[in-house]
């Protein structure tokens, strides 16, 4: 791998905390998840960051979070947030930090995984389902332009997706698409 640190994009639900966990259990780094960094460096859980100071304040904070694990980021993989690549600059960094891997599902998939999550500020309220159609179809050009290898999770199980992920760190990619 050209850099150090995995770092994996892509749409709440698509998998990212859940495959970045295992993947870093799998290499023996550690795992960082930005949300997580977020919550901790603001002193509130995400919920209330965008209830009480908006999603704007709540974009600012990843981007701080992200220009500090770019002095202190090594070996480790990271989970980003879904809106994490929507700031150019935030692209900037995570590419200066590591390899930036887009993980991939289909929209009826990721909104079967979220049909009982709460806690998501952007995947609550009565229009839940046309809300996330929405975002979805917006941020997948910005998913598929920040990423430097596009991994398609569909139908595929952990252990798989794992096995193609270990095959790109190990062979020092540039940007490539595993659908080519």
């Not at 998840?33 to 965008?50: M, R």
């Amino acid at each position: 791998m050209k850099k150090e640190a995995v770092i994996l994009i892509g749409f709440m639900g698509c998998g990212k905390s859940t495959i970045g966990r295992k993947l870093a259990g799998m290499l023996g780094y550690p795992f960082l998840d930005t949300d997580t960094l977020i919550e901790e460096y603001c002193g509130k859980q995400i919920p209330a960051i965008f209830a009480e100071d908006g999603e704007a304040a709540f974009r600012q904070a990843e981007t701080e979070v992200l220009c500090r694990l770019k002095e202190e980021a090594g070996n480790c993989v990271i989970a980003t947030g879904g809106g994490m690549p929507l700031k150019e600059e935030n692209v900037r960094y995570m590419r200066e930090i590591g390899t930036v891997f887009f993980l991939e599902a289909e929209i009826e998939t990721i909104l079967e995984r979220l049909k009982h999550d709460t806690q998501r500020p952007l995947a609550s309220g009565e229009d839940r389902e046309q809300r996330l159609r929405r975002l979805y179809a917006e941020r997948l050009p910005v998913y598929k332009a920040a990423a430097e290898v596009c991994i398609n999770t569909e139908g595929r199980g952990f252990y798989d997706i794992l096995q193609e992920l270990e095959q790109y760190i190990g062979k020092n990619t540039g940007a490539q698409s595993a659908e080519s």
